[in-house]
């Protein structure tokens, strides 16, 4: 049976919906409400408040802690200041990914790596003679996410931080009433947003004063199903549903590289040898086969269907997360990709998907078939590919 | 700032047969070896003031007849014979017989006491000699290059087969092949032979350098090779082999630097082997470096973390070489007899269950107090190794761990002396009393004065995921995933014991 | 007397009576002769005191191949599997103990307390042996491919065999030489730290063998604990209902509609051979039984030196069958008791105890309970399996009362004073079991209302297992496939035509799979012999 988070007497308190769901071996929230929507739109108009503990934390110490992590992660972590976090991917040697998360320098040898799976085993096998700790902090530090428009504004009530100057990807310490906690403004609604960082012990301290801090700003609880609509419009991955980690993988085609995953971006190639930097240099140069793009289903094709039938146009409510065949603009039954997760966007009024296509479909404005289920029979629609980033706000990088 | 062609890493029989045969290629080799005299383990040594050794180990039955030709070692005065050493096997009870080379001989010898395991013995070695030619076939020959990214178990068994029928063996000898390759070295004798000592003595060279027991599977296929390659014998021991293989190697143009010890294997922007650092800082460079030190020790000492791909770290770091292999060295002020023979080499084990239970021991990380043993007493033959009338005899003490609980420390070791003493006054009574010197080596000592990871005496056990394949899929031809990189010692194809065959091999494939 | 079958078949355990069953439902005439009063062999439900009923040997049910499930259609006859959900190891010094679960991230949980590295790892380790398990499917559902033919037709097989590791890459084969080589410890060594979380998972791969955990050849078995999720089911043991007999009886009931004439207590006392050909049954009573073919279901020992007789084979033949290794190392320890044995202290509820409970605090622990038994004895503290499937289903015993079956080894079947003597240790040995377990569970001698002693003596005397081996041969890698039970015949047939095999003892081996009587069974058919 899963177990409850530090925050759960108030999470459950708040929870109309009894809608829990395993995350990581504890029980998360996948709703609140029977109609979610407000969860949703409290992220994109005022503020959502997550329960973000069952990430896996570790802290990673010692004198080799810097070079220790280059050498892990694709991204050169020596070049992050003091304060400043990133988001990265790490691989293994055949360059395939492994896991995704963020690191944050919070001290000269004092590192937090967050984690979508259990990594413990996977960096310690690394460390043998060089001066590197590695602490397993999921079980004794939580952390919540408070995202949206309003985030700031209840942050700034609750606690000494200046947050009015703190850049997107930066972390600072703050005190509230009592309590020191840790803020990065990071996230994974692609909005203006925080994570907070907390011991346990003061888990309760802290929901309570983000909590009453919130009340003048319409501040909602949020579950996983509102997240993940807000995730999707943010082109942000998940690892297990967009693509699958290579130490899980039973065949080679299940495993994925950063640069299918449209994290080339977090890729340092030319530097001090890492996990992976072979194989990714050769791929840099040979080029990928697989990409991972942003699908736009075409609304009309759709509409039409539903009024062939006699029907009002119909999707899911919320995101759903498996797989659905891509087909070739003229040869219809040539499969050359599917979708592994998509929503309708509440916001943008658009049906969304993300998608692993091959590379040579991948240039967006490229046009593909999409499948639909209407009424218990398959159809296509034609549908768009584009950029995974469908939403992206300025405040999400705005200063004061 | 000299350039080398090859650098080879330590002076043993294995790392200067590689430099000589390199070296008599025309190519500028130099072998660095960390201690102050050449050898390793076959290097003969003073132990005691005027008594020696001819070797950590002492059985050099697997010496190469090949490699012989090849350096021309008996023009550099080797004696070699291509008979095997006499052995005598002990047992408690005051018998023994002497196994021979001369199979007549010792089917007669055997009939003293058992006419039965007579028989067996002489059918024993018609199967031996029927398989032999398969077995040093692969033996003898770099491992089989397979396309490991194609293969397939299936192909692998229809490939053997192939193989095996070609060499002419028949169905039914293959069929037995078969059935006995995963069998027990126990289960194996004991469906031939009746007499316990005998069936014990014929076991013991299964299990040496090995983390097993006689009833511990697949022991059998360590018997057969080791049956099928021991043919020779060389005069004067493994010292002497040493002496040829250094005077061949001088006339070959080899460069030979005792007394360094490398730090580090050094490698360019490219990942590409550039030469060695030695400890006191000064770099050498060429653009081949050949260790023949053990893998493990090559991989994972001589690199930094992270300048290798993981996937090599992770299998080198699964090799599997516990230690189980300790040395006595006894300076003796007579002639020794064991059980009144007067003997070169000589075996005890008694019984597989006294076998078996000196093993036991060594999976809690303990001590036996009951040792079986492998005598050597070189000055039957040699009689300037001690001073005059005295004897000097060399113990290999199997089944000794090297990770003992309570740590190799002066009185651990005390206390094995005592227990190999006590062994050895069964077989030659008063024979306490004549020790006038004693050296013990325990498995930390290997380590430390040889470098043999966990005391290893083959750089690695012979079991049947390590051999052919040996030490790991990727490095198995010599050749390692670093580029320039090549392995030539105990750890690689076919393997440990003072053969010369890795080193040999491993020279033909650098040249390529 | 004159009915002439198409097929007798000896010995009424589970796989006769699927050889039985597959025969029928092809239209053959068929009889099933069991020596006891009870059919399934060691796959049997006995009430052995007065309201409660015991799986007396076979306990669990795990690989039972899920095809002979479907086309025998067994749960229609009464096939009824209960999964086991906890796997629950009690500790000397803790008191919590090691429960593994369903639920990973709950396992997960439990496994670092032992060591975070093990319990991340564990995932990694699952995935691994589940993709080389594929082999040892393709294995189980095939006859053995015949190495030494050189029939393409088996070169073959051998070929098809060999592809599922097309796709392993070269390390996952380098591991796959390791798996079929080490032994179970040494290979866990290569993956896991914690001795605690290794104890029973190395013990997996001696069960039923006379070999300890650091015994080469043993980690293979464990590939076995993964099988289950290629047949598409999640959790692949459990207990049947009403006991394993239930196995027996639902393979019976299917045979049974198909045609087939099944009799309990007809004692074989051989097979009858005429020229060289099998040609009926001669019972204890000298009674003749005439039938076409000839099916044993009895160890290849039994077939070939009682059944067939000793003067009716080749001296190679016999030489052969005799080195065939039997030698039985376990026995059963039945408990009837009055209420539930608590095993941890800490533990609340009675879930972590519904599934199996091994006392193997570590690997060490087994591997000298091995030690003891190479030299003659039966293990003082000996590693321990124990089920109390009347937590689960609560027909097998009086309410609030249980059942509790103990699996023990070691128990060798050849000791020191010789395996007659067994009778006379009976006692001592069930002591040796209560008294290790009293460590965990202090008032058990208060709970304990009956004790069954079942001995490798006993599985030889009663249920006819030759040295008490529960797999009818030991599954060692010279015993398996074209090995098993000897080479040249194992593809069911004998050196006596017409008579056949479908026990434990044949190809793939023993454990409640039904393969070796299905298997047989296609292979009869096939061959259309009848």
């Known amino acids: 049976m899963p177990i409850q988070t530090p925050f759960y007497p108030r999470t459950s308190a708040l929870n109309k919906n009894l809608d829990w769901k395993e995350w990581a071996g504890y029980f998360a929230a996948n709703s609140y409400n029977v109609v979610n929507d407000f969860e949703y739109f409290a992220f994109r108009h005022s503020a959502g408040l997550v329960d973000i503990t069952p990430l896996f934390k570790y802290k990673v110490s010692g004198k080799d802690s810097m070079m220790f992590l280059s050498r892990l992660m694709v991204k050169d972590i020596s070049k992050l200041k003091l304060n400043q976090a990133t988001y990265c991917c790490w691989c293994d040697d055949r360059g395939m990914v492994i896991d995704d998360g963020t690191v944050m320098r919070f001290g000269d040898n004092d590192y937090f790596v967050t984690a979508a799976d259990p990594s413990y085993s996977w960096f310690s096998r690394f460390i043998k003679k060089l001066d590197v700790q590695i602490e397993d902090i999921t079980d004794t530090y939580c952390g919540l996410a408070l995202q949206g428009p309003k985030s700031r504004d209840i942050l700034k009530r609750m606690c000494d931080a200046n947050l009015d100057k703190l850049k997107f990807f930066w972390t600072t310490s703050a005190k509230a009433d009592g309590f020191d906690f840790k803020i990065s403004r990071t996230g994974y609604t692609g909005d203006l947003g925080y994570e907070l960082w907390v011991k346990n012990e003061n888990a309760l301290k802290l929901f309570d004063a983000v909590w009453s801090a919130g009340q003048d700003f319409n501040i909602r609880m949020a579950g996983i199903a509102a997240l993940d609509i807000v995730r999707i419009e943010a082109g942000l991955i998940m690892n297990g549903v967009d693509y699958h980690s290579s130490l899980h993988a039973l065949i080679p085609e299940q495993m994925s590289s950063p640069y299918e995953l449209g994290l080339g971006w977090t890729v340092n190639l030319d530097r001090d040898p890492f996990m992976g930097q072979k194989a990714l240099k050769l791929e840099k140069k040979n080029g990928s086969k697989w990409a991972t793009v942003g699908i736009d289903i075409n609304w009309p094709d759709l509409e039409a269907l539903y009024k062939n039938l006699g029907l009002p146009p119909h999707v899911d409510s919320g995101a759903w997360r498996h797989s659905v065949p891509i087909y070739h603009k003229q040869h219809k039954s040539k499969q050359i990709g599917y979708a592994t997760c998509g929503t309708w966007s509440p916001l943008l009024k658009k049906n969304l998907a993300i998608a692993t296509i091959e590379m040579e479909y991948a240039t967006p404005g490229t046009e593909v078939n999409f499948e639909v289920m209407v009424e218990h029979h398959r159809k296509l629609v034609s549908a768009i590919v584009c950029k995974p980033q469908f939403f992206n706000p300025d405040r999400k990088r705005s200063i004061l | 700032m000299s350039k080398f062609d090859v650098i080879v890493i330590g002076g043993g029989h294995n790392g200067l047969t590689t430099a000589s045969i390199l070296a008599k290629k025309g190519k500028k080799v130099l072998v660095v070896e960390k201690r102050n005299i050449l050898g390793g383990i ?19 039955s697997g010496v190469r007849s090949q490699v012989v030709k090849d350096l021309q070692l008996e023009k550099h005065g080797l004696d070699i014979k291509s008979n095997r050493a006499n052995v005598t096997l002990l047992s408690k009870d005051g018998k023994s017989v002497s196994i021979q080379s001369d199979v007549n001989a010792t089917v007669e010898a055997i009939s003293e006491f058992s006419e039965k395991d007579a028989q067996a013995y002489s059918a024993y070695q018609e199967f031996l000699k029927k398989i032999s030619k398969v077995i040093n076939d692969l033996m003898e020959n770099p491992p089989p290059n397979i396309d490991v990214e194609n293969l397939t178990m299936g192909s692998l068994v229809v490939l053997a087969k192939k193989g095996m029928m070609l060499k002419g063996l028949g169905n039914k000898t293959m069929m037995e092949l078969l059935k006995i390759a995963p069998m027990c070295v126990a289960d194996f004798l004991n469906e031939k032979f009746e007499t316990e000592f005998l ?48 005077k061949a190697a001088i006339q070959a143009g080899v460069e030979i630097r005792t007394g360094a010890e490398v730090e580090k294997i050094l490698l360019d922007n490219e990942g590409k082997v550039e030469g060695v650092k ?126 003992f609980k309570k740590g190799w420390s002066v009185d651990a070791k005390k206390q094995l002396g005592e227990h190999v003493l006590k062994e050895l006054e069964v077989y030659s009574p008063g024979f306490s009393k004549a020790v006038v010197g004693i050296e013990i080596l325990s498995p930390t000592d290997f380590e ?54 890795p080193g040999s091999m491993a020279a033909i494939e650098i040249i390529k | 007397m004159s009915k002439k079958y198409d097929a007798i078949i000896i010995g009424g355990g589970h796989n006769g009576l699927i050889n039985a069953a597959y025969l029928a439902k092809a239209g053959k005439s068929v009889l099933v002769l069991e020596k006891r009063h009870v059919l399934g062999g060691a796959a049997v439900s006995e009430e052995v005191f007065p309201g409660f009923t015991f799986s007396v040997c076979s306990y669990v049910v795990s690989l039972f191949r899920p095809h002979i499930i479907r086309e025998l259609n067994l749960v229609k006859h009464g096939y009824d599997i209960i ?149 598409g089911a999640f959790r692949s043991w459990g207990f049947s209902k009403g006991g394993t007999g239930g196995v027996s009886m639902a393979c019976a009931n299917a045979a049974r509609s198909y045609g087939a004439e099944i009799r309990t207590n007809v004692n074989v006392s051989h097979v009858k051979i ?74 609340k509820g009675l879930e972590y105890m519904k599934g199996d409970i091994a006392i193997v605090p570590n690997v060490d622990y087994v591997e000298k309970a091995y030690d003891q038994a190479k030299y003659g004895e039966f293990s003082e503290k000996p590693y321990i399996n124990i089920v109390i499937p009347s937590l689960t289903d ?137």
Not at chain 2, 473 to 494: A, D, F, I, N, Q
Not at chain 3, 484 to 503: E, H, Q, V
């Open chain 3, 394 to 530: 609560p027909t097998l015993a009086p309410p609030g009362k249980h059942v509790m079956s103990c699996f023990v080894q070691y128990a060798p079947f050849n000791i020191k004073e010789g395996p007659e003597y067994w009778p006379k240790l009976a006692d001592k040995f069930g002591d040796a079991v209560q008294n290790t377990i009293k460590e965990y569970v202090p008032d058990i001698d208060s709970l304990v209302e009956h004790r069954q002693v079942v001995t490798p003596w006993d599985l030889q005397e009663t249920f006819g297992l030759t040295e008490g081996n529960i797999f009818q041969g030991e599954l060692t890698l010279e015993q398996l496939l074209f090995q098993r039970p000897i080479s040249g015949y194992a593809k069911y047939k004998t050196p006596i035509r017409n008579l056949w095999m479908s026990g434990s003892g044949t190809h793939p081996g023993g454990g409640i799979m039904g393969s070796g009587g299905e298997l047989s069974a296609k292979s009869i058919l096939k061959e259309k012999v009848i």
């Open chain 2, 278 to 403: 030695l400890s006191g800082g000064e770099a050498i460079y060429a653009s081949k470096v050949a260790a023949s030190c053990t893998p493990k020790e090559t991989f994972l000492n001589l690199f930094d973390n992270f300048q290798l791909e993981y996937e090599l770290d992770y299998w080198i770091d699964k090799i599997r070489s516990r230690g189980t292999t300790a040395k006595v060295n006894l300076a003796i002020n007579k002639t020794v007899e064991l059980n009144g023979r007067i003997t070169e080499f000589a075996r005890t084990g008694n019984s597989f269950d006294e076998m078996e239970k000196a093993f036991d021991p060594v999976k809690y990380k303990q001590v036996t107090n009951a040792p079986y043993l492998d005598i050597h007493i070189p000055t039957h033959s040699n009689p300037s190794l001690a001073p005059e009338g005295h004897s000097v005899v060399s113990v290999l003490v199997h089944q000794i761990p090297y990770d």
């Open chain 2, 42 to 60: 076959a290097a003969g040594e003073e132990f005691h003031p005027g008594y020696s050794t001819t070797g950590l180990l002492h059985d050099t």
């Open chain 3, 274 to 347: 005429v020229n060289g050909k099998a040609t009926g049954v001669i019972l204890a009573n000298g009674d003749e039984i005439d039938s076409k073919i000839v099916v044993s279901n009895l160890d290849p020992n039994r077939t070939y030196l009682k059944m067939i007789g000793e003067d009716n084979l080749s001296p190679n033949i016999a030489t052969e069958i005799k080195r065939f290794k039997l030698r039985g190392s376990s026995g059963k320890v039945n408990f009837a008791l009055s209420g539930v044995p608590n095993f941890s202290k800490k533990r």
């Open chain 2, 199 to 246: 069936k014990a003595g014929l076991a013991a060279p299964a299990l040496y350098g090995s983390y097993a027991g006689p009833w511990s599977a697949y022991s059998t296929i360590n018997l057969l090779l080791w049956e099928s390659a021991s043919k020779n014998h060389v005069i004067g021991g493994p010292q002497a082999l040493i002496a040829a293989l250094q």
């Open chain 2, 448 to 501: 430390e004065r040889y470098s043999l990871t966990e005391g290893h005496i083959y750089h690695g056990e012979h079991f049947v995921d390590q051999l052919v394949t040996r030490p790991i899929p990727s490095c198995s031809r010599y050749k390692t995933p670093v580029s320039g990189l090549y392995l030539c010692g105990s750890g690689s194809h076919p393997g440990g014991g003072i053969t010369c065959a």
């Open chain 3, 83 to 231: 999964p086991m959900d906890a796997s629950f190891q009690p500790l000397p010094d803790d008191d919590f103990g090691l429960c593994k679960w369903g639920d990973a991230s709950l396992t997960r949980r439990e496994i670092a307390r032992f060591s975070k590295k093990d319990s991340e790892v564990y995932g990694e380790f699952s995935k691994v042996m589940t993709h080389m398990a594929k082999l040892a499917k393709e294995v189980i559902d095939h006859p053995a491919p015949d190495v030494a033919s050189i029939n393409p037709k088996e070169l073959s097989s051998l070929l098809r065999m060999g592809k599922v590791f097309k796709n392993l890459g070269p390390e996952l084969l380098q591991m796959n030489t390791k798996l079929l080589t080490m032994s179970s410890a040494d290979f866990l060594d290569l993956w896991f730290e914690s001795e605690v979380l290794k104890g029973p998972m190395a013990v997996s791969g001696i069960i039923g063998t006379f070999l300890g955990v650091r015994s080469p050849g043993t980690a293979y078995v464990l590939l076995h604990h993964y099988m289950g999720e290629l047949d």
